[in-house]
């Protein structure tokens, strides 16, 4: 039922290699999110994009990238892969809704990186 | 943003009624109150918001007393599958960016 997808799910890679986290959303949502979380751990923004060609770097310093052409696509990008990033990564969406619910998130279920 | 501040755990066994309350004393007049629940290597998900009074659904109440300075979910009779980690936040209705906090870790026991 998600309308929002990561790919890959989980993905094991050598150190200095580049890597793209994948994330796409189908509501159509201008504001889109990359958190990451440690197990056991709160999540931590690290990027976040309110609309096309619009992207800022979110409270925790990260070495990672992101571009925005696309409304429903945010991929986030790693030029040198190191074991420090291992971590789960989480992709997220919101929108100012009507009716019901004035605000929420949806998040993707997320790309757990391991950098050996 | 509001800052939120939530109990770190808490305990319950299948069954009972399950009350977290978050406190928000900085809340604003535009501020709306939203929990979300994650389960492990999973993203947060949507359960409830509301902004004043009592809202209800089908998983879950949320209580806001008059002043709004803090909120309470209640979860009726948890199972187990209800353990996860609980997040209250505060934030205007077209808020962008939101920090999420430690949240409550709640553990129900059979």
């Known amino acids: 039922e998600a309308d929002i997808y990561q790919t890959p799910r989980y993905l094991v890679i050598g150190t200095g290699k580049k890597i793209t986290l994948e994330c796409s959303q189908t509501m159509g949502h201008d504001k889109m999110y990359w958190y990451q979380q440690d197990p056991g751990m709160e999540l931590h923004l690290i990027h976040y994009s309110y609309g096309v060609n619009s992207t800022e770097k979110g409270d925790l310093s990260s070495e990672s990238t992101v571009s925005r052409i696309r409304t429903e696509h945010f991929p986030l990008t790693l030029e040198s892969a190191r074991p420090s990033h291992t971590s789960q990564y989480l992709c997220?969406?919101?929108?100012?809704?009507?009716?019901?619910?004035?605000?929420?998130?949806?998040f993707g279920s997320g790309t757990r990186l391991t950098v050996v | 943003l509001a800052k939120t501040t939530q109990p770190i755990s808490m305990d319950s066994y299948e069954g009972q009624e399950v009350n977290i309350t978050c406190s928000h004393n900085?809340?604003?007049?535009?501020?709306?109150i939203t929990w979300y629940q994650q389960f492990p290597s999973q993203g947060p998900r949507f359960i409830i918001q509301g902004y004043k009074t009592k809202v209800t659904n089908e998983v879950a109440s949320l209580f806001i007393p008059a002043d709004r300075k803090s909120s309470t979910l209640s979860l009726p009779r948890v199972s187990l599958s209800d353990t996860a980690v609980y997040y209250c936040l505060v934030g205007e209705a077209n808020a962008g960016k939101s920090t999420f906090g430690d949240g409550t870790t709640l553990t129900v026991k059979p």
């Open positions: 997220a969406s919101s929108e100012y809704g009507t009716g019901g619910i004035k605000y929420g998130y949806t």
């Open positions: 900085n809340i604003a007049t535009n501020d709306y």
